[in-house]
């Protein structure tokens, strides 16, 4: 079992940054992928940067190219997300997940549905 804990969510004005952690603890071996999953209010919940835990190989949502950055430091169980220039449609609860699928060439999917373990979010709230 793995549990995931994130933190570094605020308030801030647009224009601002902010660094999400998410702190993994237990162990299992299967984890493939992690991402960073947002939802806005009155929105669903939707993946937003994901990162191959084994090539480091990342993804973005067209959205956030250019203004997110994926990272992890194996060594402390943790993966960040760096947020620069933050805009209002940014606000939103975000979530760090692990998935046990990636496909044969390393391709984390964007389906919430296929990540196994998922921490209890974080609010972003970024005022104009």
């Known amino acids: 079992q793995v549990q995931l804990v994130e933190s570094g969510g605020g308030s801030v004005e647009a224009g601002g940054s902010l660094r999400l952690s998410c702190a993994a603890s237990?162990?299992?071996?299967?984890?493939?992928?992690m991402g960073w999953f947002r939802q806005g209010p009155g929105k669903g919940r939707d993946w937003v940067a994901l990162?191959?835990?084994?090539?480091?190989?990342?993804a973005y949502v067209d959205s956030v190219k250019g203004r997110f950055t994926i990272s992890q430091d194996n060594a402390r169980n943790t993966v960040y997300l760096q947020i620069v220039n933050l805009k209002p449609e940014d606000t939103a609860v975000y979530y760090c997940?692990?998935?046990?699928?990636?496909?044969?060439?390393?391709?984390?999917?964007?389906?919430?549905?296929?990540?196994?373990?998922w921490g209890q979010g974080t609010q972003v709230t970024v005022s104009s």
């Open positions: 990162i191959n835990s084994a090539h480091g190989e990342e």
């Open positions: 237990g162990y299992d071996a299967s984890i493939k992928c």
């Open positions: 997940a692990a998935s046990r699928w990636a496909s044969t060439i390393g391709y984390c999917s964007r389906t919430l549905l296929n990540y196994d373990y």
